[in-house]
T-cell receptor
Framework: KAGVTQTPRYLIKTRGQQVTLSCSPI?????VSWYQQTPGQGLQFLFE???????NKGNFPGRFSGRQFSNSRSEMNVSTLELGDSALYLC?????????????FGPGTRLTVL | AQKITQTQPGMFVQEKEAVTLDCTYD???????LFWYKQPSSGEMIFLIY??????QNATEGRYSLNFQKARKSANLVISASQLGDSAMYFC????????????FGKGTMLLVSP
């Protein structure tokens, strides 16, 4: 099976712009989660989608949003970018949202905000 | 309170030696899953091993084993016969059993394997 894919891999934006990141889960996986990783804050949960519905949301401002499509592909959007949004954004997929389900991660999108 | 604690910011080990990376967790749930991931400098998180709270035996996957001590709430990762390619950041994570809980990560341990 193909793994989780994320596009783009690298992105450079300026403050105030918006950005959309894409994630394609492993075939058959219906749950997609997004994480932000920075040197200062570590790995922080953004949100999780299952069957096109947001099931859980982390403590991030409303500038961060996401959605999931009927084919389980997911996108996340960050509007009005700030310097602090520079981070590695990781997407992970799993078959369901059960605590026994392993989340498999994509290679990440490295976002730099100038 | 932190749900996952990794007390070792960095660890050094020589090639072919075994190393133990510590992880303690905090939960009041009876059902939960514990995971270890490896993150090389490339950034991708690689799943290594899983332990369920009801599993009576310690999980093993090749050179990786998980030393699960439920009463002490610890889930240490043991890497046997370290290789140079094991140099990476290692994260312990937990997902609790109630509802739509999230995967919570520790701050990680940087492992450096020397020749």
């Amino acid at each position: 099976k193909a793994g989780v894919t994320q596009t783009p891999r690298y992105l450079i934006k300026t403050r105030g712009q918006q950005v959309t990141l894409s994630c394609s889960p492993i075939s058959g996986h219906r749950s997609v989660s997004w994480y932000q990783q920075t040197p200062g804050q570590g790995l922080q949960f953004l949100f999780e989608y299952f069957s096109e519905t947001q099931r859980n949301k982390g403590n991030f401002p409303g500038r961060f949003s996401g959605r999931q499509f009927s084919n389980s592909r997911s996108e996340m959007n960050v509007s009005t970018l700030e310097l602090g949004d520079s981070a590695l954004y990781l997407c992970a997929s799993s078959p369901r949202t059960d605590h026994t389900d392993t989340q498999y991660f994509g290679p990440g999108t490295r976002l730099t905000v100038l | 309170a932190q749900k996952i604690t990794q007390t070792q910011p960095g660890m050094f080990v020589q090639e072919k030696e075994a190393v133990t990376l510590d992880c303690t967790y905090d939960t009041s749930d009876q059902s939960y899953g514990l995971f270890w991931y490896k993150q090389p400098s490339s950034g991708e998180m690689i799943f290594l091993i899983y332990q369920g709270s009801y599993d009576e035996q310690n999980a093993t996957e090749g050179r990786y084993s998980l030393n699960f001590q439920k009463a002490r709430k610890s889930a240490n990762l043991v890497i046997s016969a370290s290789q140079l390619g094991d140099s990476a950041m290692y994260f312990c994570a937990m997902r609790e059993g109630r509802g739509y809980s999230t995967l919570t990560f520790g701050k990680g341990t940087m492992l450096l394997v020397s020749p």
